[in-house]
């Protein structure tokens, strides 16, 4: 009996073990906001049809090579900077086009996408720059330098994925998974602000295929993707536009 009194009272005056300690708390994210699929359709267009998405492309093209008004230059999407208005081909021909592409949909779900993923790259644009979670939403977009947007590729891959399967075509023309969707002067930003927060849309998309003989002893052949685009809705149409190229640097 005393010995098991002793027993009992050692396991009652025995020290408890320290708590195992916890290690650093995960960071959970949020479900992403539902968003209704766009409506999509592709239709085959021959190259020498002349519908107006051709015909817009041929002014533009014309006014790189002289042959036409310079005024085209002002097609492009957002308008003519001083760079674009210096460019000159010595020639240009359409050569193939691809399926045109009309997209149906919801501003407040273009919205919440384009939240989402500038929600994100700030988010990691802090991280990169020493900041806290803090820090993320002060972030402007005029902060954005070419490498920095390289670098924001990879943590926004998963949103841009989103965006380009639910909405494909104004994924495409927003460039959401490429680095110049973070430039600044992107002119889907101001399109976006212009068609308001909600209501519908649709942006049309044809792309053509040019060909130009460069070089003054041996030839060389280039070719190179020219984009005719429409965005419209309620309070916003910018009727046929070019959309500029998606290198950072290019106007």
Known sequence: MAVA?????????????APAKAG??????APPTAVAPARVTDTEVAVDTQDDAR?????????????????????LLGGATLTARMVTLANAKVVAREKHRHEEGQL????????ELDKEGRAALAKLM?????ASDD???TEVGAEDAKKLLGPTREK???FNQTHPVFAYVARVDKEVYWHPQNP???????????????????????????????????KWPLRIVRFRSAKADTNLRVLPASDWNAE
């Open 160 to 162: 841009a994925q989103r």
């Open 24 to 29: 650093p708390a995960k960071e959970t994210k």
């Open 139 to 141: 972030m402007a977009m």
């Open 188 to 222: 889907f930003r101001p399109l976006l602000t212009q068609a308001g927060p909600t209501g519908a849309y649709a942006i049309d998309l044809d792309l053509f295929w040019v060909e130009t003989v460069e070089g003054l002893g041996e030839k060389t052949t280039r």
């Open 55 to 75: 015909k817009a492309a041929q002014a533009y093209l014309d006014a790189l090579t002289g042959k036409g008004a310079e005024t085209s230059r002002d097609l």
């Open 108 to 115: 407040g779900d273009l919205n919440t996408l384009v939240n």
């Open 130 to 134: 020493g900041g806290g979670p803090g």
């Open 5 to 17: 009194h002793l027993l009992a009272l050692s396991l009652l005056t025995a020290p408890k073990a």
